[in-house]
């Protein structure tokens, strides 16, 4: 397939079949619309190029800065789009969540503004909603922009009402299906192919989801969120339900190991959110039930987010030569020396000195003639072996002396015949008056 | 009415234990009036201690200073005198009370918009003075020169932290503090005026819940104190203010179930839970919900100790360290300024009930005896539920239900619409009587004094200390009357 730009290459995605024997419902064709196989990989390409497009030659024409309240798919669609046309992109975020994503917008070449938290004692003159501060700043802001505005922009709900629903129901053989369901962010999708949908078939059912209240699933809202969202309206729904970050992620699970599905975790949700409320349907009907989910994105940005919530998933054996590793036997024999003793030895034996703290605070002030290893570094260069000869003395330094007398255990116990650990650390250190440069 | 929605208070062992004992609150009100504040100093202690422990586990040292604005209590002031907390002094007279109450002048620190007598009695003194503008500062610097006085110590106030590179986070304009890119012209002036000055550290006090906004801050005091060392001073303190937080609600679910009813009823799609539809900050604009919420985020599942664990636990923006580390391999020291979390469970109101009525949409006005301003739990944005302490022989108020849950507002004694103690529809387990006591959990943070006021020559709340004997008797003092020795 031959396309001038990019572009042409936003929709089309391809529906897919759930195995039955992965989700266990016996009457139920579930179908995934892969919308992560969008160009910039998410269901946001289809609105950011709808929502962009009117405006884009008068932003050309006066080198207007798009911007957009995102702090997700929204703004990497958005950035990717704005460089295509030679402008620059600025991306307005409540609290950007996910760091990968993050620095994919930096390396797209994206402004970021981090929007406020909220304020520990309650102020009266902090009155508005992050979308309405947002709204007012954009209109004290004299520069050109071009603002796209997905919370409330009817391009955004179009462009799944020309696009991503009438491809569901070309591939259903003309047939709308008994089940939509979706994850509510903008409602942008949800409402965009309810409506088509209904149109061929009023009887459509609508499965709203938003993440549970305490719960961050990126690109979904919450129950309180979503009534913020100019496009939502509670009536698109048949059902608005509630999915948990655990949900989301064993859903995400299920799609990339059963399924061949590289889906991130609001494709997850969705699936997750289908089958348990489609159980309950399960052969309540005589003929079959055919439901779409959306699967909105692909799972590699989010890495860090199972990282934090779920590590057991990226879990690695622990390497064998790890302070981790370390026992309290190995601990308590570790030879410690006090400030005087080290200073001692330091005068007349000159052994190694290495400060293990981070390279900002050794500069501000260390002992005169150490070496900075970082002990994220030094570990990293003990688990392959000894860094040092066993011939040189080595005095391990670090804030408490803790840190120091664990890697002293391990390098004793990986064979060096002298390594002490300076107790109390450089806090000892400079309590005793022992002099600390800063060269 | 629809269904009713409860906001249970959070009670530690010693709150709760003082609300299950009906009959000494009773006394307690009938000997001094409505309303009473109980204030227990046996708490403060331990949540300094609480403190302490998460220092302790990061291995940190530096100062736990009271911000004696939360509550003007002396008895929790003198207790803490008796532990080895610092104060947060932020007029002369807290500053006197400070001092009168135990605390030698090193272990406070005078904050926040300064008078000339302010400034006097803290260098006089020797506390620390937290200098907030250049002016300040060259005030302070002709005031120790012209009296002669001994060398202040200061920690330099800090604001508008700006974050470098590709993510600029956007800060809530603050009044206080100097701008951390003017940071050069005070040490010029510490360096140039070093006799008469001696430079502690930097601080800085953020109004926002927010770890991110608070790490940027935090690494950009370290880089300061490091400018400042290439300048050859020796500061060693970054004083990182309050804001840990309370959490007030017992179950995170009824906030969540809550929050989400009133976000409807706003929105018109159930009936409204407030004094004529008060949205507490949220409008209705064309079936969208705008506007921010204005509530304090009263069930926090991590809040006081816990949060100061969190950020020293978060890594610092650029320099990668977590916070913690980032202090300890700097050898700087921390100093925090806890207020409302330093008097968590430290606190309970009580008013007695004077009035009941019934309105026409089935709902009853309580009017106790006390302005809303007296627990100023509405103003502050907390929602908790108040707390029913019957009469002696009309059983457990909490436990006695054996009807339905009564919605009822409760309004205080002013000659004004406004004065509502609380704006919102709130349960109790029965119709109150005349006489009743209401309760009002954990008010020793700003909800005691903060906005008293004496309107319509009305006195003011009595306050007393309350705790209990090794024996486990109880003993209460009248607040002014207590001394660590009362008994």
């Known amino acids: ?439 | 009415m629809g269904a009713p929605l409860f906001l249970e208070p959070r009670l530690e062992p010693p709150l709760r234990e003082l609300l299950d004992d009906p009959g000494h609150l009773h006394d307690l009100v009938e000997a001094l009036g409505s309303p009473l504040h109980l204030v227990l100093p046996e708490v403060v202690a331990a949540n300094v201690a609480a403190f302490r422990a998460v220092y302790r586990r990061h291995r940190l040292g530096g100062r736990i200073c009271f911000a004696h604005k939360a509550n003007g209590s002396s008895a929790l002031v003198r207790r803490l005198a008796a532990t080895e907390a610092g104060l947060d002094a932020a007029s002369v007279n807290e500053l006197s009370h400070a001092l009168g109450s135990g605390f030698a002048p090193e272990r406070v620190v005078a904050t926040g918009p300064k008078n000339p007598a302010f400034l006097w009695l803290a260098a006089r003194a020797g506390a620390t003075v937290h200098v907030d503008a250049p002016a300040e500062l060259a005030d302070l610097v002709r005031l120790v020169r012209a009296e002669g006085l001994p060398r202040a110590r200061v920690l330099l106030r800090l604001s508008a932290f700006a974050s470098d590179g590709g993510v600029h986070l956007l800060a809530r304009r603050s009044r206080f503090g100097t701008p951390v890119g003017e940071v050069g012209e005070l040490l010029d002036v510490v360096e140039r005026e070093a006799d008469a000055v001696e430079l502690l550290g930097v601080a800085y006090h953020l109004d926002t819940t927010d770890l991110n906004e608070k790490a940027l801050a935090l690494e950009s005091c370290v880089r300061v104190l490091d400018e400042a060392r290439r300048r050859g001073l020796a500061p060693r303190v970054v004083d990182i203010g309050g804001g840990f937080g309370t959490s007030y609600l017992a179950d995170g679910e009824q906030w969540e179930r809550y929050t989400t009813e009133l976000t409807q009823a706003v929105l018109g799609r159930r009936p409204p839970l407030t004094w004529r539809g008060h949205g507490y900050g949220l409008r209705n604009e064309g079936g969208t919900a705008r506007g921010r919420l204005s509530l304090y985020p009263a069930h926090r599942p991590v809040a006081g100790p816990g949060y100061l664990d969190a950020l020293l636990s978060t890594p610092a923006p650029t320099l990668g360290r977590t916070l913690a580390d980032l202090l300890l391999e700097h050898l700087h020291d921390l100093w925090i300024e806890p207020g409302r979390a330093l008097v968590d469970q430290a606190g309970l109101s009580l008013a007695r009930v004077v009035d009941v009525r019934a309105t026409e949409d089935g709902a009853h006005l309580v009017r106790l005896a006390m302005t809303a301003a007296d627990v100023s739990l509405e103003e502050h944005g907390v929602l908790t539920d108040p707390l029913l302490v019957p009469r002696a022989g009309h059983g457990n108020g909490n436990g006695h239900g054996n009807g339905p849950a009564v919605g009822v507002y409760l309004v205080g004694d002013l000659c004004l619409e406004a004065d509502l103690v609380t704006r919102r529809l709130v349960f109790l387990p029965r119709l109150p009587d005349r006489g009743d006591l209401v309760a009002f959990a954990n008010t020793a943070g700003y909800c005691m004094d903060f906005r008293a006021h004496r309107a319509q020559l009305r006195p003011g709340a009595r306050r007393v200390a309350v705790g209990r004997r090794d024996d486990g008797t109880r003993w209460w003092s009248l607040d002014e009357q207590y001394w660590p020795t009362t008994r």
């Open chain 1, 1 to 439: 397939m031959r396309y001038d730009d990019i572009t042409e290459a936003i929709g089309n995605t391809p529906l897919v079949r759930i195995d039955p024997a992965v989700h266990g419902l016996r009457t139920v064709d579930l179908y995934a619309k892969l919308e992560m196989l969008n160009p910039f990989g998410s269901v946001k390409d289809r609105a950011a190029w709808n929502m962009l497009r009117p405006g884009l030659d008068a932003a050309v024409a006066e080198r207007a800065e798009v911007v957009e309240l995102s702090s997700g798919n929204t703004a990497k669609a958005l950035a990717a789009l704005a460089g295509l046309h030679g402008l620059t992109f600025r991306s307005v975020t409540n609290r950007m969540r996910v760091p990968e994503l993050r620095e994919l917008l930096l390396l797209l070449g994206a402004r970021i503004e981090e929007l406020p938290g909220r304020s520990e004692c309650l102020d009266p003159t902090d009155t508005d909603d992050p979308l309405t501060q947002f709204h007012r700043a954009l209109a004290e802001d004299d520069s050109a922009h071009l603002h796209t505005d997905q919370y409330f922009n009817p391009r955004n709900t179009e462009a799944h009402a020309t696009g991503t629903g009438p491809e569901i129901v070309k591939d259903l053989g003309c047939r709308a299906p008994d089940w939509f369901v979706a994850c509510v962010g903008t409602a942008g999708s949800s409402s965009g192919v309810a409506r088509v949908l209904r149109e061929h078939d009023p009887n459509v059912g609508v499965l709203g989801l938003v993440a549970a209240k305490s719960d961050f699933i990126p690109g979904i809202r919450t129950i309180d969120e979503v009534n913020e969202v100019g496009l939502f309206d509670p009536a698109t729904y048949d059902a608005i339900e509630a999915v948990t970050a655990d949900e989301a992620i064993d859903g995400m699970v299920e799609l990339n190991r059963r399924c061949g599905l590289l889906a991130g975790p609001t494709s997850g949700a969705a699936y997750r959110g289908a089958v348990r409320h489609l159980r309950a349907l399960d052969g309540t009907r005589p003929e079959r039930t055919t439901a779409v989910f959306i699967a909105c994105d692909r799972v590699e940005s989010y890495l860090g987010y199972v990282r934090r919530r779920r590590p057991e998933l990226l879990g690695r054996a622990p390497h064998r030569n790890s302070p981790a590793t370390v026992t309290e036997a190995e601990l308590a024999a570790v030879h410690a020396v006090d400030v005087e003793a080290a200073r001692r030895w330091i005068e007349e034996e000159r052994p190694l000195v290495i400060d293990l703290r981070g390279s900002h605070a050794y500069a501000a002030l260390h002992i005169e003639g150490s070496l900075n290893l970082v002990d994220e570094l030094f570990e990293q260069q003990v688990h392959g072996g000894l860094p040092f000869s066993r011939r040189q003395p080595v005095l391990l330094v670090c804030p408490v002396g803790e840190k120091s007398a664990r890697f002293a255990a391990l390098l004793t116990r990986m064979g060096h015949p002298d390594v002490r650990s300076l107790a109390g650390g450089v806090v000892a250190w400079r309590d005793a008056g022992a002099p600390l440069v800063r060269e």
